[in-house]
């Protein structure tokens, strides 16, 4: 049987059953007072005043935009290449998402297409750190100071990036950070808002301190489908189990990666599942993870280096690195001639690739039509991510290479 390269790998600390077990074992599963120093923790890794943790990185966003109180019915303008939860969740807080075109060599807010996007009516932008890779922050700080914008990063893919020296997420009026299976730093789900600003962190707070807390049975479900997600993608058990679908999927042109991602519904009134306390035996597992997290992003980066330079002259365009930036790799994208195919040919050669990671918001009918031309996120959307995780050993970096060099050649 062909043993196949997954593309995705979750950051797993060695110890993580006896963690649990741990915290378990003091009857602290639920409350106890991890939350509180890992809020202290991840506040101090970047360089934030404040941190509150929430169930989800997409309700850090939601308690920052009420936090924020800004005025129902205003503009608020988001990249047209992010995640449909983000600018849904802008629209049930009764704002009205404008998005605008991403620079398709970096696959962030372009800052020309967002000062072009400004009206009277505009209180907010979300700057998207995608695949990894921060936003050009200086231009779009200077930007929305002059028109006296709120700035909301969304860090989702970038946790330990920076720009111009500095971290992601406390550079504007606040940011969030995703803790999903899949992220930087893996708590089997949650989230956390930073900010700078001591009214908006306490008017978040009381936000997620009002939610509802999960029971022990709630937690420790939630724990287990994590360890199932994370022992299906393992590579022996995903070459058994989900590799034969996808590879005899790619012979009738199916694409079963639809039944991966979450529907795309509205948002208004939030699910019941997002209204949820983060729980004490997340957070103790954010502070072994916090403690790995730098070794992890290394060998990311290290990946990352090793593909650039056995692609160098493969035809294909790799991933563009701003000076001021430093990329952290949540996913490695690349453009390559007839994507559809070379997306084939490296997953029939036992490589999982991904086509598109994030969706053009622009082109999905629950945002309506009627949006300004977005070419830059459209070309994004043909890139192809490759397989870049912490875990991988360096003989299968090498085999991710050889298997792209062949399929682009082909």
């Not at 908006?200 to 489908?225: D, G, M, N, S």
């Not at 590579?235 to 679908?245: E, G, I, M, N, Y």
């Not at 209204?275 to 070794?295: C, F, K, M, P, S």
């Not at 009918?365 to 397989?387: D, K, M, S, V």
Request: aromatic share 8%.
């Amino acid at each position: 049987m062909l043993s196949a390269i997954p593309r995705y790998g979750a950051r797993i600390v060695p110890n993580t059953m006896q963690t649990i077990e741990a915290v378990q074992a003091r009857g602290q599963l639920v409350e106890g007072p991890h939350v509180a120093e890992f809020e202290r923790a991840f506040a101090e890794r970047v360089g934030a005043r404040h941190a509150v943790t929430a169930s989800y990185g997409r309700m850090a966003f939601w308690y920052l935009l009420k936090a924020l109180d800004l005025p129902q019915g205003s503009e608020i303008i988001l990249p047209a290449l992010t995640f449909w939860v983000i600018p849904e969740l802008a629209r049930a807080a009764g704002l009205t998402p404008v998005f605008v075109d991403v620079d398709p060599l970096y696959f962030t807010l372009d800052p020309r297409a967002f000062e072009r996007a400004i009206t009277p009516l505009t209180s907010a932008v979300v700057p998207t750190h995608l695949y990894g890779l921060p936003c050009d922050m200086s231009c779009i700080l200077a930007i929305a100071r002059r028109h006296g914008l709120k700035v909301i990063e969304d860090c989702a893919h970038a946790l330990g990036s920076t720009w111009c020296g500095r971290p992601v997420g406390a550079l504007g009026d606040g940011g969030f950070f995703s803790f999903q299976l899949l992220k930087p730093l893996n708590t089997y789900g949650g989230g956390m808002a930073v900010t700078n600003d001591d009214d908006i962190a306490e008017r978040v707070r009381a936000q997620a301190c009002a939610e509802q807390l999960p029971t022990e049975a709630e937690i420790l479900k939630q724990l287990w489908i994590g360890r199932v997600q994370r022992i299906a993608i393992r590579p022996r058990v995903f070459s058994a189990s989900l590799f034969p679908v996808m590879w005899s999927a790619s012979w009738i042109n199916a694409n079963p990666d639809v039944y991966l991602w979450e529907k795309i519904r509205p948002l208004d009134p939030l699910p019941d599942g997002y209204r949820r306390r983060y729980t004490n035996v997340q957070a103790a597992l954010g502070l072994v993870g916090l403690e790995h997290l730098d070794r992890w992003t290394a060998d990311t980066i290290e990946h990352a280096q090793e593909l650039g330079e056995a692609l160098a002259d493969a035809g294909v365009q790799t991933p563009a690195m701003p000076v001021n930036a430093r990329h952290v790799f949540y996913q490695y994208a690349m453009y390559a001639d007839d994507r559809a195919s070379v997306v084939r040919r490296c997953l029939r050669r036992g490589v999982d690739v991904e086509s598109l990671h994030v969706d053009v918001c622009t082109t999905l009918p629950i945002f309506g039509n009627g949006h300004a031309p977005t070419p830059g996120a459209e070309r994004a959307a043909e890139a192809i991510q490759l397989p870049v995780y912490a875990s991988l050993r360096p003989e299968q970096v090498a085999r991710v290479a050889s298997v792209v060099r062949e399929a682009v050649g082909a």
